[in-house]
């Protein structure tokens, strides 16, 4: 059973800081997605890393997958209010369904 | 283009009533996904469709649980003799048939169950 562990699953502060959200697995992904969800919706995809090392920005979102792609990270820069939500990592490992982390709940204080 | 669809958004059910839920995938999606997300856990899977052919069925529970994705209309998540711990909210995706592993979710429906 392939399993996806995130860290930190609460994180709170101010407005203006930087944070790190890890994705980590003892298994190699063929591709992992980072999904942002809001209370009462469904999950939006931010992104997918598909090679090892890889790098992606999404404005002040930065994503990393590791070289051995057991491993990913999300940071935010000067992060705000709006950034506030539930940022899941999703894991593939070939087959067609998903593994989800349980997820980072992330607060930003004004 | 419309996202993919869910309904409904809150299903209130007694226990022993069925449940059934709705989803119909973005344009040019012929692969459907189902997910459920229960107080406090993360989304598990639970069954990958194309049309008219359930290819994974490994996250269904084994009884009271079916879907389907016929040619014409919408996917469907069936729940029969519903109990409370049935109570959650179940998410819909969908991909393009060429890259599966990107998947687009639905608003979900909340199902309780009284």
């Known amino acids: 059973t392939q399993l996806l562990e995130q860290s930190p699953q609460f994180l709170s502060i101010q407005e203006g800081e930087n944070l790190t959200v890890y994705c980590n697995s003892s298994?190699?992904?063929?591709?992992l997605q980072w999904y942002r969800q809001e209370p009462g919706e469904g999950p939006v995809l931010l992104v997918t890393?598909?090679?090892?090392?890889e790098v992606k920005k999404l404005k002040r979102l930065t994503f990393q997958f590791g070289d051995a792609r057991k491993d990913s990270s999300l940071h935010i820069t000067a992060a705000q209010p709006g950034d506030t939500g539930l940022y899941l990592c999703?894991?593939?490992?070939?087959?067609?369904?998903?593994?989800f982390g349980q997820g980072t709940r992330l607060t930003i204080n004004p | 283009n419309a996202g993919v669809m869910q309904n409904p958004r809150h299903l209130v059910r007694r226990r022993g009533q069925e449940a059934r839920l709705r989803c119909s995938p973005m344009?040019?999606?012929?692969?459907v996904y189902w997910y459920r997300q229960l107080p406090e856990e993360g989304l598990k899977f639970m069954v990958y469709?194309?049309?008219?052919?359930?290819?994974?069925e490994s996250g269904m529970p084994k009884e009271r649980f079916s879907a389907e994705f016929p040619k014409e209309g919408p996917s469907i998540l069936r729940i029969q003799q519903v109990v409370r711990g049935d109570s959650a909210a179940y998410f819909c995706?969908?991909?393009?048939?060429?890259?599966?592993?990107?998947?687009?979710f639905g608003p979900g429906t909340r199902l309780t169950v009284l």
């Open positions: 298994s190699v992904f063929s591709s």
């Open positions: 999703a894991g593939a490992w070939g087959a067609q369904k998903l593994v």
């Open positions: 344009k040019g999606h012929s692969h």
């Open positions: 995706a969908s991909s393009p048939p060429a890259k599966t592993d990107t998947q687009y």
């Open positions: 890393v598909v090679t090892g090392g």
């Open positions: 469709l194309q049309k008219e052919n359930i290819i994974d």
